[in-house]
């Protein structure tokens, strides 16, 4: 039998020769001419097939040896051992006609196109989706950053609830030093930026934790002084109940010290703990202790100082502590671009905040506190503890400003003018999903931070969250959403992510997130310029396959009054449902583009532009504000839209934008010659670009350039 087999191979490669991988593959050409994409040259989007070319379809690997070929060379992989093990099963043909078809099957099949891997270029490469990395003490100098930077960086997150204020000013210089490199320069040099990078300033919020907890001095295996002891065993059904007693807690009762929420709370609302971990029923409130009592829903353990949420309801909890507002005017004096908000309730919250920059800078305490910062040389910055003459700055500003105005900066109504940082809510509470329109209206951009999302809402319902929220963002009010949480987070202790990590982050980019994030990866993790590394091949190969340009038009095409106008064949039943959510969808993206006329109307022209010359690339030139590429970057043209300007603040925001790639117009160059000679960088095919020039989001000339 085996010898039999052995002939009918021969004879079956005699047939085919060199041809098969070739018509296997619905060719004429041989295997090696597969590859014809140009190489990438540093930071263009090279490598993307050309969408005319059959044979450049963005699933067809980049490598000359497919499958098939493996197959020969590896004799002890799964698919050489399953192959021959099928031949061993069946019959030999009886002649070589019967040989081909034999094989025909298995031959189609390792050659698949539509299955084909779509590979990253190695070194750097551009994607449209952008990416957010958090900084701690794996990128904390600046060869880590550096590290992270050339794996694809976009956005470097300053975590405000771990470490120093003075240690974050550090991380800052270092990233602002790192704009000044290019991919393969080895220190910082000269004062161009290169690179452009944005800072982003998250700070605390308010964080519910109950108290602590006596030794348990029944545990096994753990020193009883030890604060692993400090830990109690809940069974479904106890009781247990939370009060203010400062008194360390036992078997049944432990420390909650929020009067005001537990007086807030009624019979039947769900407490959550330790993320979800444990979570009790209210069945009765003593406003007046106050005190609260619970019956367990779940076996569970709880130690001290576990988080503690209370999904699905509005709590009255203050949005920023003394630390929050030092922390945000500090970030603002700091130079930060963006500035993270956690736990936004409702609109308000924003406006309070962008009450207290405003404020803050018009106080003699703003010029003061950059006056220090800028004052201080790198090598000054203390490794531990903080500044004593910021932090006195930052405390008289609180004192003798913001405290006697607090209540104004709660109810006043700022002016639309920018502030000069970008304010980024963070969706972790169901009250921020029920006005998520008023908060959109006046944000800047938006995270929708999965973490304490699923804790304070239902974790099964996460994921169409997560789909709305991208969809309003994009498709509606037209600025930059951020998925975050957990993305890669087996890569803290592994140098490769799970399967499932890597279909999220995957879904993310189908969902039109702008930009990814990673946290304890990149923050605490072993492998920080892996991880990004990591997560950047994965975004590119979904930018490259072709069903994720249509699912970027489909989605754009949902934004309707009656679903059943463009989709047929839907149920009765199933339109009335999805026109619920579309129709209102579309009445707010109507509302949201008449209080901004000329955004709209700037907008549809360049789209007009884009298709009516077919062009392969927009260079927008302005200085004074990136709406109108935001609003142009949410149609998700599958085509590079790159910023020109003299203004490196203006260039830093653009990071978290979709698709967007900035430059930096150096002093006394004309734009057009500047586009003409980096064009070729961007555009691969018929090498034609709009110019576009824009003041105050207006178009205010354009022009149609063939690049050399």
């Known amino acids: 039998m085996i010898g039999k087999v052995a002939a009918v191979c021969c004879t079956l490669l005699s ?16 295997a090696n001419n597969l590859t014809s994409r140009p190489p990438s040259n540093g930071s263009g989007d090279a490598g993307r097939p050309h969408p005319f070319d059959e044979d450049l379809m963005a699933f067809v690997s980049e490598r000359a040896s497919g499958q098939e070929s493996r197959y020969a060379s590896e004799n002890t992989s799964y698919g050489q051992r399953n192959v021959r093990r099928n031949l061993y099963d069946v019959d030999e043909p009886a002649d070589t006609e019967d040989a081909i078809d034999f094989f025909s099957h298995m031959l189609h099949a390792s050659v698949n196109f539509a299955f084909r891997p779509v590979d990253a270029p190695e070194g750097e490469f551009w994607t449209k989706t952008k990416q957010v990395s958090t900084l701690g003490p794996s990128t904390d100098d600046l060869w880590s950053l550096k590290g992270i930077m050339d794996a694809g960086t976009n956005v470097f997150r300053l975590n405000f609830a771990h470490g120093t204020r003075i240690a974050k000013l550090k991380s800052a210089r270092l990233v602002r030093q790192l704009e000044l490199t290019s991919y ?68 049944t009762r432990v420390q909650f010290n929020f009067p005001d929420i537990l007086r807030s709370l009624s019979v039947g609302n769900v407490v959550s703990l330790d993320d979800g971990n444990l979570n009790m029923r209210v069945v009765e409130v003593d406003a007046a202790a106050p005190s609260v009592k619970a019956v367990v829903l779940n076996d569970g353990v709880l130690s001290s100082r576990k988080g503690l949420a209370v999904p699905n309801i509005s709590i009255p909890v203050e949005l920023l502590s003394a630390k929050d507002v030092k922390d945000t005017v500090f970030a603002y004096a700091a130079g930060l671009d963006f500035l993270g908000i956690s736990f936004v309730q409702k609109m308000q919250d924003l406006l309070y905040i962008k009450n207290i920059i405003l404020d803050f800078e018009a106080s003699p305490f703003s010029r003061s506190l950059r006056e220090r910062l800028s004052a201080m040389e790198l090598d000054d910055i203390p490794e531990k503890g903080e500044d004593e003459e910021v932090e006195k700055i930052l405390e008289q500003y609180y004192n003798e400003r913001f405290l006697p105005n607090k209540e104004t900066f709660l109810t006043a109504i700022p002016g639309p003018r920018d502030i000069g940082i970008g304010l980024i809510p963070k969706i972790e509470k169901q009250p921020a999903l029920d006005d998520i329109n008023g908060i959109l209206e006046v944000s800047d951009a938006l995270m929708v931070a999965r973490g304490d999302l699923g804790v304070e809402t239902d974790l099964t319902n996460l994921p169409i969250v997560q789909k709305r929220l991208v969809q309003l ?93 463009i989709i047929h064949g839907l149920l009765p039943s199933d339109v ?133």
């Open 473 to 565: 963002c994009r498709l509606v009010y037209r600025k930059p959403v951020i998925v975050a949480t957990q993305m890669l987070e087996s890569m803290r202790n592994n140098p490769m992510p799970t399967r499932a990590e890597t279909t999220d982050c995957a879904n993310a980019v189908y969902d039109g997130a702008d930009a990814v994030m990673l946290s304890a990866e990149s923050a605490v993790g072993q492998y920080p310029s892996q991880t990004v590394y990591v997560q950047r091949r994965i975004v590119h190969n979904v930018e490259h396959d072709p069903y994720f340009t249509v699912s970027q038009i489909m989605q754009h095409s949902l934004l309707v009054n009656d679903v059943s106008t």
């Open 576 to 708: 009335i449902g999805i026109n619920r959510l579309v129709s209102r969808d579309y009445s707010d993206a109507l509302a949201f583009e008449k209080q901004n006329p000329t955004l709209h109307s700037s907008s549809n022209t360049i789209a007009h532009l884009i298709i009516g010359e077919s062009v392969d690339g927009v260079f927008f030139v302005t200085d004074d504000s990136g709406e109108l590429i935001q609003w142009v970057a949410s149609k998700r043209f599958n085509i590079p839209l790159i910023l020109v300007t003299r203004n490196a603040s203006l260039a830093r925001r653009q990071q978290l934008t979709w698709g967007v790639e900035t430059l930096i117009l150096p002093l006394g160059v004309n734009s057009l010659d500047f586009v003409q000679r980096m064009a070729p960088r961007y555009v691969q095919y018929s090498r034609k670009v709009l110019v576009v020039e824009c003041k105050n989001n207006s178009v205010e000339s354009h022009v149609v350039m063939q690049a050399q």
């Open 184 to 251: 393969d320069d080895k220190a910082p040099s000269g004062n161009f930026v290169k690179r452009p990078r944005a800072l982003l300033g998250d700070i605390q919020g308010p964080k519910l934790r109950i108290g602590q907890f006596m030794p348990n001095v029944n545990a096994k295996g753990v020193d009883p002084s030890s604060p692993k002891a400090e830990f109690v065993e809940l069974k479904k059904g106890d009781e247990f109940t939370f009060d203010t007693n400062d008194v360390k807690g036992g078997q």
């Open 15 to 30: 047939v085919f020769g060199t041809a098969v991988t070739a018509d296997a593959l619905g060719t004429n050409r041989p």
